[in-house]
């Protein structure tokens, strides 16, 4: 046993030597939709002024005001109502831990529905904060009885409530969610509606955020065409936002990431037409995977489309051997057996994913 071992094994949480890290898959040369990614990049002419832009940014310099200017500027594409405020985090993941370590009170406990987004459960884990996992019904709506009653058990102290979901890409009944965010108020726990995937969606939690002070409202850039630049924002009362706030290192968010960040909100369009046939590729794509026989997809209001098959394994393995990635949710929850998800890619892609998935099943 060397010194190194005995150190890291003195020195390291138990939990965490016996945990793995995060994967992500390899994707060289593959057609890529397996992470709900905009598949859209900017016209030549942007992204050269884009390059313009970031070379003209102090780099020596430690990040300032500029967030701030990017605050507003979020505040504004987003209509932050009055009484709100917003943090910014180094993507959504940045705010669920933030989340996670204020909450993280002795006997408190996390809640979401399951099938659901895996950090909610990791990083509660990571603080040894308990994590209640709700089953949605076999249709993947929310079980309003088993909720209400896991709330009334467990006093959550946050619910995480992903409007649309992530695997399963739907947008729960408003009336249940509306009852959901009263019981856990009624326990003194916060819900938040995680709407990464709301510039896909009909409908957004903006009225929920003012109707309610235990609720917060979490987006990110990331669907939207900025995943490799990492900015979500959590909204809420600000009282609120302003004690989760105290917990975000100080520099989170690097100069090229807000400078980025608001060189795309400066070209809110260009993203809102990339939006726009992402969602009528999806309506294409979902059409065209219910007219195949042995496929079974579900509607979306995300840029995603989980669909059964026979043997997503094999299925699996057949698209990648054409080339093209997706998801195997199958091992992620029992509701999702034989279930592949689908991001929807350029027009070009999603072609390429038909002909590849007809040939594999
Ligand atoms: C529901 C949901 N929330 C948050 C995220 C994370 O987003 P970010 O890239 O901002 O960390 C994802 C990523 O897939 C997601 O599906």
């Not at 390291?12 to 898959?25: C, M, T």
């Not at 003209?56 to 504004?76: F, H, M, S, T």
């Amino acid at each position: 046993m060397s010194l190194l071992d005995d150190c890291m094994r003195r020195a390291v949480r138990n939990d965490i030597q016996g945990l793995h890290a995060y994967a992500v898959q390899p994707s060289a040369g593959l057609v890529k939709l397996d992470t709900m990614e905009n598949p859209h990049r900017l016209p030549p002419a942007l992204r050269a002024a884009l390059g313009q832009r970031l070379g003209e940014v102090a780099l020596n310099r430690y990040p300032a005001e500029r967030g701030d200017d990017l605050k507003a500027a979020l505040a504004a594409h987003a209509g932050l109502p009055e009484g709100c405020a917003l943090m910014l985090g180094n993507g959504s993941d940045e705010l669920i831990t933030l989340l996670s370590m204020a909450c993280a009170t002795p006997g408190a406990v996390f809640m979401a529905p399951l099938p659901g987004f895996v950090m909610y459960a990791l990083s509660a884990q990571l603080q040894r904060v308990p994590f209640v996992g709700v089953p949605l019904s076999a249709d993947f709506e929310l079980d309003e009885a088993a909720m209400l009653a896991a709330i009334a058990r467990h006093r959550p102290a946050l619910l995480y409530l992903a409007y649309p979901n992530n695997p399963t890409a739907n947008l729960w009944d408003d009336a249940v969610i509306e009852r959901l965010i009263d019981a856990v108020g009624q326990v003194q726990g916060l819900v938040v509606m995680d709407e990464a995937y709301q510039p896909f969606a009909a409908r957004d939690s903006m009225a929920r955020l003012l109707a309610h002070p235990q609720v917060l409202v979490m987006r990110t850039m990331s669907k939207f065409g900025l995943a490799g630049v990492r900015i979500g924002y959590l909204m809420g009362r600000s009282a609120l936002v302003n004690e989760i706030d105290k917990l975000r290192p100080p520099f989170n968010i690097s100069v090229l990431n807000a400078e980025a960040a608001l060189f795309a909100l400066e070209h809110a369009g260009q993203y809102a037409a990339q939006a726009a046939l992402i969602r009528s590729e999806r309506e294409r794509v979902h059409a065209a995977l219910a007219a195949m026989p042995g496929v079974q997809p579900w509607p979306s209001q995300a840029n995603m489309v989980l669909a059964r098959v026979a043997d997503a394994a094999a299925t699996f393995a057949g698209l990648k051997q054409r080339g093209v990635l997706v998801k195997n949710v199958s091992a992620m929850h029992p509701l999702l057996a034989n279930c592949l998800r689908i991001t929807i890619g350029t027009p070009a892609e999603n072609e390429q994913l038909l002909a590849a998935l007809g040939q594999s099943l």
